[in-house]
């Protein structure tokens, strides 16, 4: 009786987080255009990819959901961003308040399922196919009269 293993209900998931065109060009000039024209977010099973563009080329991130940290809207004025290990990121120049509860909301259901429960879960799995796998190798060294070790003898 083979357990399968645990599925994400979780589908993957592409979120645009991009600045304003009109708040880039702005900054532009005073960040030497460093800041990112376009951010992207995919939100896969295991992780969360970052990808910022820039004139200057393209960078990418990736974090599992367990190592994002806490993940949290956080407000300046009436500008709204997501906090996480990835920084502040503030689609449409912090003025895109729905897009920002998206992600929060994505990303924090995604650490729960992915998170201790979860863990539990596949714990529990591992343990019992472990089991299964030891009644078979006891019963493959009965077939083939090898004698088993005291410590073998007391699991069963």
């Not at 863990?119 to 004698?147: C, F, G, V, Y």
């Amino acid at each position: 009786m083979s357990s399968s293993p645990l599925k994400s209900t979780f589908p993957v998931k592409q979120i645009d987080a991009s600045i304003s065109c009109c708040c880039w060009l702005t900054l532009c000039p005073l960040t030497c255009a460093t800041v990112p024209y376009r951010t992207t977010l995919v939100l896969d099973e295991e992780e969360v990819t970052k990808t910022d563009v820039t004139i200057c080329g393209q960078s990418e991130s990736k974090r599992p959901y367990g190592e994002l940290g806490s993940v949290a809207k956080s407000n300046f004025f009436c500008c709204v961003a997501v906090t996480s290990s990835f920084g502040d990121i503030s689609p449409g120049c912090g003025c895109n308040p729905e897009t920002v509860d998206e992600i929060v909301e994505e990303l924090k259901a995604r650490q729960r399922g992915r998170g201790d429960t979860a863990q539990i879960q596949r714990t529990e799995q591992i343990n019992q196919r472990l089991n299964e796998m030891d009644h078979k190798l006891s019963l493959i060294m009965n077939h083939l009269n090898i004698p088993q070790s005291q410590e073998m003898t007391d699991r069963m």
